[in-house]
């Protein structure tokens, strides 16, 4: 009832000071745009004009810092344009008058003062209705005793008299007062959208593309860390391997004829040095998506992951639906990220992965009992974990104090 009575009040506030901030903006800029059109022909109207639109713009930054008020979110301000370095007076005075935002500001001036108008009265009236009707009784002994006068209740014909009168009154302001809240939000909401639409849209929109656009820079990023890390990873294990595993054959090759224990013992070296590289390109796929997440899900995909880390793993998968394969590959890279970091640098005795679904989020958190001291800063084991998450619009947080224990929680949009 409190968050009620204090919303409404908000509202009330917002649209009784809105009318007169809506009347003094109308005419400003009416009459701004008036003298500016007709001076054109002598350039005296292009600084009218410029002054007219930063007048509208700064009763639109008055608009938009009310509106947090009515629609309970930050707005984003808009990216006016600004006058190069070095540019001339005549430059810097057509500076306000370049852009889309600018002639925005200007329309919401016109459009705002008739839609403030209709919902300035709308809830006032309201008000006076509740207000007033609730209180008849208190005065409407006054006006019963006035001769010739006819109500509201006789004229529909109801009866005349003091207590008819009260009876009709109260029920009428206590129909008003339940009706109020949503009335006046009705008409705050309705205020404050057009409000939000003109002075705030085009900028919400511009931060909509940036964000898409880091995203697309993040992910080019993740993915070209990714590539260097896995050739590396292959020229420093496997491929040399593979050399000396060509130079043993070679060698055994040549001692077969002359000296067939020796070419046996370096066979068995050989056999042992395919063995470790069958290992360590096994550990290298895994920062490559496998067969068992696309065909079996994420639960599946996870349980393989942790039986190959040399760290015991705890897994509490609480989620066993299927997502977007964005999505899936995500987690997948994440968890796969976050258990070879575990292994080689926490030095931990144990580790619990955890991923569960809390509305249209997916939550994984992996936590063991190392040393600590993980972050995500660039050149460390989890610098690509954030870029991952933000192409997905994800969030990484990293809990790693020194000494430990170490949580890292991924949030992961899923919806």
């Given at each position: 009832?409190?968050?009620?009575?204090?919303?409404?009040?908000?509202?009330?506030?917002?649209?009784?000071?809105?009318?007169?901030?809506?009347?003094?903006?109308?005419?400003?800029?009416?009459?701004?745009?008036?003298?500016?059109?007709?001076?054109?022909?002598?350039?005296?109207?292009?600084?009218?004009?410029?002054?007219?639109?930063?007048?509208?713009?700064?009763?639109?930054?008055?608009?938009?810092?009310?509106?947090?008020?009515?629609?309970?979110?930050?707005?984003?301000?808009?990216?006016?344009?600004?006058?190069?370095?070095?540019?001339?007076?005549?430059?810097?005075?057509?500076?306000?008058?370049?852009?889309?935002?600018?002639?925005?500001?200007?329309?919401?001036?016109?459009?705002?003062?008739?839609?403030?108008?209709?919902?300035?009265?709308?809830?006032?009236?309201?008000?006076?209705?509740?207000?007033?009707?609730?209180?008849?009784?208190?005065?409407?002994?006054?006006?019963?005793?006035?001769?010739?006068?006819?109500?509201?209740?006789?004229?529909?014909?109801?009866?005349?008299?003091?207590?008819?009168?009260?009876?009709?009154?109260?029920?009428?302001?206590?129909?008003?007062?339940?009706?109020?809240?949503?009335?006046?939000?009705?008409?705050?909401?309705?205020?404050?959208?057009?409000?939000?639409?003109?002075?705030?849209?085009?900028?919400?929109?511009?931060?909509?593309?940036?964000?898409?656009?880091?995203?697309?820079?993040?992910?080019?990023?993740?993915?070209?860390?990714?590539?260097?890390?896995?050739?590396?990873?292959?020229?420093?294990?496997?491929?040399?391997?593979?050399?000396?595993?060509?130079?043993?054959?070679?060698?055994?090759?040549?001692?077969?004829?002359?000296?067939?224990?020796?070419?046996?013992?370096?066979?068995?070296?050989?056999?042992?040095?395919?063995?470790?590289?069958?290992?360590?390109?096994?550990?290298?796929?895994?920062?490559?998506?496998?067969?068992?997440?696309a065909d079996r899900g994420l639960p599946s995909a996870l349980a393989a992951l942790v039986s190959r880390?040399?760290?015991?793993?705890?897994?509490?998968?609480?989620?066993?639906?299927?997502?977007?394969?964005?999505?899936?590959?995500?987690?997948?890279?994440?968890?796969?990220?976050?258990?070879?970091?575990?292994?080689?640098?926490?030095?931990?005795?144990?580790?619990?992965?955890?991923?569960?679904?809390?509305?249209?989020?997916?939550?994984?958190?992996?936590?063991?009992?190392?040393?600590?001291?993980?972050?995500?800063?660039?050149?460390?084991?989890?610098?690509?974990?954030?870029?991952?998450?933000?192409?997905?619009?994800?969030?990484?947080?990293?809990?790693?104090?020194?000494?430990?224990?170490?949580?890292?929680?991924?949030?992961?949009?899923?919806?």
């Amino acid at each position: 009832m409190r968050r009620i009575l204090r919303r409404l009040t908000g509202d009330t506030v917002y649209l009784l000071v809105g009318f007169p901030l809506a009347v003094i903006a109308f005419c400003l800029v009416v009459t701004g745009l008036s003298a500016g059109a007709g001076l054109l022909v002598v350039w005296v109207g292009v600084p009218v004009l410029a002054l007219t639109v930063l007048v509208a713009r700064g009763m639109g930054d008055v608009e938009r810092a009310r509106l947090r008020g009515v629609l309970g979110v930050d707005l984003v301000r808009p990216r006016y344009p600004r006058s190069p370095s070095g540019a001339g007076w005549f430059r810097r005075m057509l500076t306000p008058l370049a852009g889309g935002q600018p002639w925005l500001d200007t329309l919401h001036a016109l459009v705002a003062f008739p839609v403030a108008t209709a919902t300035f009265c709308l809830s006032l009236v309201w008000w006076a209705v509740a207000i007033s009707g609730l209180t008849y009784p208190v005065y409407g002994w006054f006006f019963s005793e006035i001769p010739d006068n006819h109500g509201l209740p006789e004229l529909l014909g109801l009866g005349r008299g003091y207590a008819i009168d009260s009876v009709f009154y109260v029920l009428l302001g206590a129909v008003a007062a339940l009706t109020l809240y949503p009335a006046v939000r009705a008409c705050a909401v309705l205020q404050a959208s057009l409000a939000r639409a003109l002075l705030t849209g085009v900028a919400q929109l511009q931060e909509r593309i940036d964000d898409l656009t880091e995203g697309r820079d993040a992910a080019a990023h993740a993915e070209a860390n990714a590539l260097r890390r896995l050739e590396r990873d292959i020229h420093d294990g496997p491929q040399q391997r593979l050399v000396h595993l060509a130079m043993e054959l070679s060698r055994a090759q040549r001692e077969l004829g002359r000296d067939a224990a020796a070419a046996r013992e370096t066979i068995g070296q050989a056999i042992t040095a395919t063995r470790e590289t069958l290992d360590e390109l096994r550990a290298l796929s895994r920062g490559i998506a496998p067969p068992i997440l696309a065909d079996r899900g994420l639960p599946s995909a996870l349980a393989a992951l942790v039986s190959r880390c040399t760290v015991p793993v705890e897994l509490d998968v609480q989620t066993l639906e299927r997502y977007p394969a964005l999505v899936e590959n995500t987690v997948y890279f994440v968890t796969a990220e976050a258990l070879t970091n575990v292994a080689k640098h926490s030095r931990a005795t144990s580790c619990r992965v955890t991923l569960t679904r809390i509305g249209d989020t997916l939550l994984l958190m992996i936590g063991d009992d190392g040393v600590g001291g993980a972050h995500v800063a660039k050149g460390h084991g989890l610098s690509g974990l954030a870029d991952r998450l933000r192409v997905v619009e994800g969030e990484l947080t990293v809990s790693s104090p020194a000494g430990g224990p170490t949580m890292i929680t991924a949030e992961v949009p899923c919806g």
